[in-house]
């Protein structure tokens, strides 16, 4: 079975700032990784996801994420945030044969001061 | 891009009645729903993978009676909350799985949830 670990659940930075959102995981068979934002009261948003190919994920909203075998890590980094990413973040793992079932992070609060 | 609704987005009912969620994919075709709970400031807990046309799988400790999944089409499945109580409050998230070829179909597009509080 796989499982996830996002190593800070709040992050507040500074407007313009570089941010990162760390993610682990583990499991014993090949991954697809995906990065999910949620704003209040709101369904998630799929910000980007690595199925194969290169490590190097580019999402929307100027987020990429980068995925290191090795490491078991997916982290998602930002170079310059803005006020309006402050949201939940959620990273996900689903093993390759398990037909999309998703197994989820516990989240990380990225707030985005002024 | 590929969207999910649900409906109702709120719904508040008294203890004892039955309460119906829908989750439809609007632009593609989905043989798989899902269906997650989350509570506050909690990570989502699957409750359930909805195949089309067949029988719901439901998590350990999730109680198939109580939590009613219904699959009946490609673009629509329904949960519904049963004898609802109190700690049944909470809010209820579906995602669908692209049905289109290649490695997009391991992407699950989620709706915007459904708060339920049960009085």
């Known amino acids: 079975a796989q499982s996830v670990t996002q190593l800070d659940s709040q992050v507040p930075v500074f407007e313009e700032a570089p941010v990162e959102l760390r993610c682990n995981y583990s499991s014993s068979v090949s991954v697809y990784l995906f990065w999910y934002v949620q704003y209040p009261n709101q369904g998630l948003q799929l910000l980007l996801k690595?199925?194969?190919?290169?490590?190097l994920v580019k999402g929307i909203n100027g987020f990429e994420a980068e995925f290191n075998k090795s490491q078991t890590s997916f982290h998602l980094r930002k170079p310059s945030v803005h006020i309006s990413d402050t949201a939940e973040y959620f990273c996900a793992v689903s093993e390759v044969t398990s037909g999309s079932r998703l197994t989820f992070g516990e989240g990380t609060q990225l707030t985005v001061n002024p | 891009g590929a969207v999910v609704s649900q409906h109702p987005s709120r719904v508040i009912c008294k203890s004892g009645t039955s309460v119906k969620i829908e989750c439809r994919s609007l632009d593609f075709q989905a043989t798989t729903m899902f269906w997650y709970r989350q509570f506050p400031k909690k990570s989502l807990m699957l409750m359930a993978t909805?195949?089309?046309?067949?029988?719901?799988?439901?998590e350990q400790g999730v109680e198939k009676d109580k939590f009613l999944i219904n699959h009946a089409s490609l673009t629509l499945s329904t949960l519904t909350v049963t004898s609802a109580h109190p700690e049944d409050s909470s809010f209820y998230i579906c995602?669908?799985?692209?049905?289109?070829?290649?490695?997009?179909?391991?992407?699950?597009?989620f709706g915007p949830g459904t708060r339920l509080t049960v009085l």
């Open positions: 690595y199925l194969s190919g290169s490590t």
């Open positions: 995602s669908a799985r692209d049905r289109g070829g290649g490695a997009s179909t391991d992407t699950q597009y």
């Open positions: 909805s195949n089309e046309g067949s029988k719901a799988t439901y």
